[in-house]
């Protein structure tokens, strides 16, 4: 038999279409991608999915009362994506440097890669899952970024959304220079700081009009 895995062995193709085996192929794919990313996260956060030391505590997540098991070295932003499976909180540097996972605690922006979780119940603890209205309508922010198609690849854009959320509740009126100062704990890749600003002032403005 070769031994070169890209060449398909004829009894393998047999009563099996071209295009079935593609599909096939992609299938498995995104399986080994994703089991790869959670094992990477697990071991790269020194944090296990599930085990020993667990401790069933309630958190008020999104105006819900969410029950789950952490452990007591375990983030806030762990729980969420991967507890929860809120996963528009993104985890980028994972060391309070980007702000990709910023959420409102209580209404002030965190960043929950560095917050552990038991210590947060008790607060009001926002994700962008929850800024929209019940019937699908958009928080005014998030409708400045639609307005002004203010990210690239948005890997940041729920980071930067919350805080500008949490700023505008502090300063619903910033200038342009205050809402960046406002923004500073949020890093973007893309390095598209400009149409950024010019979505969250839209959102700024978007709220005042609300
Ligand atoms: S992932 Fe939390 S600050 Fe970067
Ligand atoms: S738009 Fe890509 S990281 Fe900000």
Redesign the pocket.
């Given at each position: 038999m070769d031994d070169n895995p890209a060449v398909i062995p004829d009894q393998v193709m047999k009563g099996v279409t071209r295009r079935n085996f593609i599909k096939g192929v992609i299938a498995g794919g995104t399986v080994a991608s994703s089991a790869t990313y959670l094992f990477r996260a697990s071991s790269l956060l020194g944090q296990q999915p599930s085990g020993l030391g667990e401790r069933l505590i309630t958190l008020n997540v999104n105006r819900q009362q969410r029950r789950g098991e952490v452990m007591k070295q375990e983030t806030l932003a762990w729980t969420l994506r991967y507890k929860l499976g809120l996963t528009g909180t993104k985890l980028g540097c994972d060391r309070a440097e980007c702000g990709a996972c910023t959420v409102l605690l209580d209404d002030v922006p965190h960043y929950s890669c560095s917050i552990l979780t038991h210590t947060v119940r008790g607060k009001k603890i926002l994700t962008i899952e929850g800024l929209a209205n019940p019937d699908g309508t958009l928080h005014p922010v998030q409708q400045g970024v639609i307005d002004e198609q203010g990210?690239?690849?948005?890997?940041?854009?729920s980071g930067f959304i919350m805080s500008a959320v949490g700023f505008l509740k502090t300063n619903p009126n910033p200038t342009r220079l205050q809402m960046a100062h406002g923004l500073s704990g949020n890093l973007?890749?893309?390095q598209?700081y400009d149409k950024i600003l010019t979505a969250m002032m839209r959102g700024a403005e978007n709220m005042r009009k609300a």
């Open positions: 990210f690239q690849c948005a890997f940041c854009m973007c890749r893309c598209d």
